[in-house]
């Protein structure tokens, strides 16, 4: 323990951090999308998941103690000095749903990436985010400049809410993902003023 | 990622002979795990696993204190006080040393329990919070 410690912090005071989560299937362009938006080249962190991975991988192993390393995306926009927005890109797939719970806790809302060549791959997704009555937009990534089926048939084949918004995206570019982003933010505000009525 | 965790970074601050008589053996490790003769990052948080870890984003910043104390710490601990000059999220600091993230967050736990490091307070239920959302929504629009 320090002795002569005070609690002040050497620069500013922290920020306080806000987070939204990209979600989508694998290789559907959340790493992209957060390096789009993102104020620093995203950041790669890893959490090594010991005893909730067992079982998942190769049961027939030698070992039956399994350490999966879940790598996990992130990138990140300065609002002011004293309030951070964190994006965080989301394994995918649907074994480390188990590490959402973790990292969805406070969030304030979700991008759930859709491959409509492949738009069974984000059902994990909706349903979690569903379930956790966390507001989300769906955003269907254009790939090579065109979407392959209709907003209106991805909306369909989705069966989400009427209040969902589905929306275009290209997660290469950054203007169309700063739309997406701000298409879901005023779904969170929407529901923030529903909250604060209340 | 399948490359080792932790391993480029612990060899460049490999300097503790006596972590390296316990550092198995290359044959040893492919006996057991089959991991890499680096040092295991769970090694530094002496055994110790983080508890919860929801604060992935929490923001740790260092203080005056922890800056003058800095040369009583070990390389793990001293590498996350320093990049903590400016403010950093255990996310970051995971992925910026390349310590596994529970890791980062028993260590850096490890510095705000001793003084080193003051943790920001996390937003007080922002999703309730229109005036806070309203100034991310104008940030964006400045992107």
Redesign the interface.
Known sequence: ??S????????????????IIVAGGFGVGKTTLVAA?SEIPP??????MTTLGAGVDNPGDV?TKT?T?V??D?G?????DS????I?GTPGQDRFGFMWN??T??A??AIILVDSRRIEDSFPALDFFESKDL?FVVAVNQFSGHLAHDLRDVRSALDVDSGVPVVATDARD?RMV?ET??VL??V??Q???E??AH | MTEPVHGEHERQSFSRPFLAALTPSRDAASDTLGEPDAVRPYFVTQGRVHDDISGFETVYVLTPGGAAGLNQLSFEHRDIAQLCRQPQSVVEISALLRLPLGVATVLTRDLATQGYLVAGRPAADPASDPSLIMRLINAVHAL
Do not use: C, N, W
């Not at chain 1, 950041?43 to 090594?48: D, I, Q």
């Not at chain 1, 309030?83 to 964190?86: A, D, E, G």
């Open positions: 323990m320090l002569t410690h005070s609690e002040q912090p050497v620069s500013a005071p922290a920020p306080v951090p806000v987070k938006i950041l790669t962190t890893e959490a090594a070992t350490t390393t790598a996990l992130f990140r926009i300065t609002v002011d309030l951070r927005l964190y965080f973790e990292l806790a406070g304030l809302g507001p950054r700063k982003l701000l933010l005023d969170v505000l529901k923030a003023m909250r604060a």
